[in-house]
Each structure stands twice: as C-alpha cells, then as structure tokens.
C-alpha cells in the first residue's frame, strides 16, 4: 500500500446540497469523518459480536470460549481492524480521484463485516449464507445512508469520541475488577512455615512418550533427572482422556462421573476446590493457563484463585477477542503469507513460566499455591528453533496439525502418523527443557526447599495407535496414562518409584497430608503418601468419557459413554452406548494391542472389573 498522502486529511467531497440546511455539504465527508465512522462503527460491531455471544450462550450452549474482558476488548479489537480498512479507502478513492466513493465505501464495510462478525459466531449458520446476507444488509444501510449531512458528520464524530470514551472507562473497570478480586482472595493468615504448592499441568503429554518412562527417544531428560529427587509415580492415570474433567478432578478429588462437567457444561461449585481450600488457609492463589479453551474461568477452573490469567491482556490475545480476527485467522492463504499456522493468541511455556514468576515476586509474605497449565505439546506442534526437527525422522515431513486427517483420512499414510509423532515428540522435549529451566530457578532462589511441586498432565494423546487420532474419543493408555511426579524436600522421599497404578485425582488429599497443618476442609481419595511408603496398596482407578457428536462413526466415543477401571496391571474399558468390552494387560502389552476380554483365563477380572464399572454410569446408558 503506497504511503498516505500528508494531506489526506483535508480532502473534502462535493456533494448535493442539504436541503434542509440550504448549503452545500460534503456527503462524503473528510478523512476525519470517515475515520470516525470506521472508529464508531467498529465499537458497535464490536458490542454486537459481544450480544451474539451472549445469545449463543443462553440459547445455543453455555461455553463460548472467550475471556471475561470480552465485553471491552472484542469492540476495540474490532476498532484495529476497521480504522485499516478506512485508511486503506482514503488512500484507494484518492488514488483513483473518486474521494467522494470514500465515506459509502467506508460505510458499506463497515456494516457488511460487523453484521458478518455477529452471525459468524454461531457456526451452525452457513458461511456462505453468512456472507450473502451480510452484503445485503451492508447494500441497503448504504444506500440509505450514503449522504449524512453536515449534521450527520457531527453526529458520527461525536460518536466516535463518546463512545470511544466509554471503551476506555469499561476497560479501566474490568482490570480494576480484577485487582479488587485478588486484594479479597487471601482469608487467614497462613501458619507459620506453610509451604508453597505448586502445580504444573502438562497439556497432553502422554507418559508413553517420555524417556521418564523409559520411552527410546530421550524426550525428557530433565524430568528423568529432576525425578530422581522425589517419587515418580509409573503408573499414574488421568480421570477422563481430556481437559476439563480431568483438570476439574485434579482441583476437586472427584473422578470424573462425580463432576458436572461435559463438553458444553463447566465445572459447578458443589465441590469444594483446592484453590478455594488454601485461600481460606491464608495462601495467595495464582492460575496461570495457557489452554483458554478447556483451562479458562468459563469453564470453571478459576473457581478459588485470587489471581488467574486465562485470556491475558496482549495484543494476539486482544485480537482473538474478535470474531473477525478470529474468522481472519482460519483463512489458509493469509497463513502462508505470514508464515504463522500456531493458534491466534497461544501462549508459550516462557509466557507462563513469566507470568508466574512476576505474580509469585509481587508478595513474599505469604505462601502461595500457582497452578500451570502448558500448552507447548499440544496440537498444533510449533516448538521454537531446532527443537521443532529434534526428531525428525529422515525424509519424513513433519505432520504439525495432524488432526486435520482426522475425517478425511481415515488411513493416514506411515509418513504422516510418523511425521505427527516427530513434531509432538520434539514439543514434549522443548516443554521438558523449559520444566528443567524453571525448577532450576526455583532452586537456585531457594524457593523449592520450601514448595510442594506436582508434575503431572490432564491426559495423552492418539497418534493412530488404535485407528485414532487426537484424546478425548477412547480410554486407552495413549490418552489416560500419565506422567505424574512429586517434589517436596524433606517431606517426600527422594529415588522412589511407584509401579502401583495411582489416580491423578489423589492430588488434592496428597497436597493436604503434605501439609503442616490440616485445613478445615478435606478431600476425598487417599493420599498418595500410602502408596510410597506401601507399594502393596492397591485401589481400583475409574476413567470416563462421556458420548461425543460430530466424530468419526468407528470412534468408540461417538457410539456411547466410555467407562474405564485399572486394577494392578489390568485396565477394562467398557461401551455403554454397546456393551462392548475390552480387557488388556499393561504389565506384557502397554501399548494395548491385545483384548482379553474373551480369554477364558481373563474372565474372573472382566466380571469384576465390569461389576466396578457399572458405578461409573449408572444411568447414563443409551
């Protein structure tokens, strides 16, 4: 695009006369009246994206994937991109000596995308229709309005200004909101040498993959070392093989047929959390989320936490506010202009790290609880640097955004389940690095002498091992089991590794029986001390996964709920949309590639396994 002219702003367009004024007018306004109008209108397109939301939510399904500052961020993100689009029309009608085009070309893309804005957010109407629609509505609000009159420029100026003055009250409001929210949070003071807690969630990172756990690729050289100082549980399970339930029961001890949570249901307050618990003990509490799909306070997951950054105030975020950005970021072609196919907003493991350690320095007076949730090994696959080809294998292009296979592909070529597998392989080793950098840092300050840290990961992920792809759609090791490690010196053992099967869920009541003190609220499950210190201890470990649309017909989960039971090396995996059962063997098949569910000497524990099972949906079945 050619520089502005300096003089841009002095353009005026001659026009019919307004009769009701009896003189001249510029119909089309200087480039101070059409700035105006892209500025006013992109705050109302932005207020209307933000209604359409909301409709959605009441009447379509109650989460819509956006951050609370929305109501503010969407009408300016919605703004920044508007006042381009005018410029580029001031710039264009001048270079083609039509400035009077200006004001209606303004105009009519201005209300074309904002009405397009608004009926994008609900996806079950056509794009295409969408689109058709839009134009219409842009091509009658024209014409109708395609001469303002001098008094119809000053309104739009002034409307610009009012408006615009209202955006930056409502947002001075919101964050002032959320400082008020984290001056309240803190109830008692803390007993005296109560330890810090913190909990670092490594979304999708499947214990299969990690030389932790003896995988051949050496993916996790810095948990493998740091493991080595606490206990490392072998055999640690998910609650459900995706986010929310399994994060939900990480906060509340509840497996996750116990928790209100579903693909369109957030987490309810029935159950006490273990943020609210160690806010009421006197601990700051600090979440710090990078999934802002399934780890956001829409979900329910910033239930407790004085301090909790899901949407953060950053520009790739701001702009991920709007619908237009959003429907901006999808398009393919604008991708490999840029060179950028990561998700809009994604917030890295340095980002988190940063955020938490800037929160943690803010008060040293009281100790804290921080929750980290990471995001880097997730889809899509986009590590920094040599880390994105650490693993690639020779010839073999990496399948960065593998699922998008998922339907159209349902027998993925050798290459790009192995190129899938290199690029999440290298994520996990760049994710591990920056663990390793961080609890260095801790370290070195002194801080981890006095901080209870749990290493652990919501679920796995499917690289085509089972004709899946993705988590969230069976219960197969691949998606359940996961890394799970305590660090906590000189309260927990170091060297120790437990082969007994353990539930991610036991992390609330281990955290309270780690503590000095005993707050007045418990959590169930059994603390995961008895399994260290007695590796004999033996419980029953329940997985679930509730029935899902819109998949792939041979997936298991679009058949029927999903439920699961781990018994010492057995795990039983049970239909309940068909009554089929699968039963494997961990200890001689860990990739679970064998059913013994028919096998007569397997037959006993099926029966039992499967009488276990019937608690987990009751009366759930279809």
Known sequence: ?????????????????????????????????????????GIVAGVL?????????????????????????????????????????????????????????????CTFLGTFGALYTFPQIQRLAALILSAGIATVVTRRWSHPGNAGRRGIRRAALATSGLLVIAGALFVWRDVRREQRSVGDTAPEGAPNVLLL?????????????????????QLAAWGKR?????????????????????????????????????????????????????YRTGGFVANTDYTSAEVGLDRGFGHFEDYTLNASQLLRSSSLWRALARIEVL???????????????PDITHAFRAWAARDTTRPYFAFLNYYDAHRPYFPPGAWAAKFQTPGTPLNTRYRKENGQVPNPTPAQVQGAIDAYDGAIA???????????ELESSGELRRTIVVITADHGEEFFEHRLWDHGNSLYAP???????????????????????????SI???????????????????????????????????????????????????????????????????????????????????????????????????????????????????
């Open 1 to 41: 695009m050619p520089p502005a002219d300096p003089s841009i702003d002095h353009i005026a367009f001659s026009t019919p006369s307004d009769g009701a004024r009896g003189g001249p007018v510029r119909g089309g306004g200087d480039a101070i009246d059409v700035l105006s109008l892209s500025v006013a209108g």
């Open 49 to 109: 994206d933000v209604l359409s939301l909301e409709a959605r939510r009441l009447w379509v399904e109650p989460i819509v994937f956006i951050g609370h500052h929305t109501p503010w961020t969407a009408p300016l993100a919605t703004v920044a991109l508007f006042v381009p689009v005018a410029i580029g029309i001031l710039v264009l009608s001048r270079l083609i000596r039509q400035p009077q085009l200006a004001w209606a070309a303004t105009l009519w893309s």
């Open 201 to 221: 969630v490594l979304d999708t990172v499947r214990a299969i993959s990690m030389s932790l756990y003896g995988y051949e690729r050496e993916t996790t050289p």
């Open 230 to 282: 606490g206990v490392v549980f072998e055999q640690a399970y998910s609650t459900a093989p995706w986010t929310l339930p399994s994060h939900a029961s990480m906060m509340t001890g509840r497996w996750m047929h116990e928790l209100s949570t579903d693909w369109m249901v957030p987490l309810d307050a029935r159950d006490a959390t273990l943020a609210e618990v160690l806010s009421r003990a006197g």
């Open 335 to 349: 991708r490999r202009v840029i060179g950028n196919h990561d998700n809009l907003g994604r917030r890295t493991a």
């Open 430 to 440: 760049y994710l591990d690095d920056q663990l390793g950098a961080l609890l260095r």
């Open 479 to 505: 998606s359940v089991h996961v890394p799970l490690i305590v660090l906590a010196p000189g309260r927990v053992p170091e060297g120790v590794r437990v082969p007994s099967p353990v539930s991610a869920r």
């Open 508 to 622: 609330p009541a281990t955290i309270m029986d780690l503590l000095p003190f005993r707050p007045a609220t418990t959590f169930p499950g059994r603390s995961l001390q008895a399994v260290w210190r007695d590796s004999t201890v033996q419980d029953s470990i329940f997985l679930g996964v509730r029935e899902v649309q819109r998949q792939p017909e041979r997936y298991p989960v679009s058949v029927g709920n999903l439920g699961g039971v781990v018994a010492g090396t057995a795990q039983y995996i049970r239909n309940f949309g068909n009554d089929a059962e699968e039963l494997y063997d961990g200890a001689r098949d860990p990739w679970q590639h064998e059913d013994l569910s028919r096998r007569s000497e397997w037959a006993e524990a099926r029966l039992r396994l499967r009488a276990l099972s019937d608690s987990i949906f009751p009366a759930r079945r279809r």
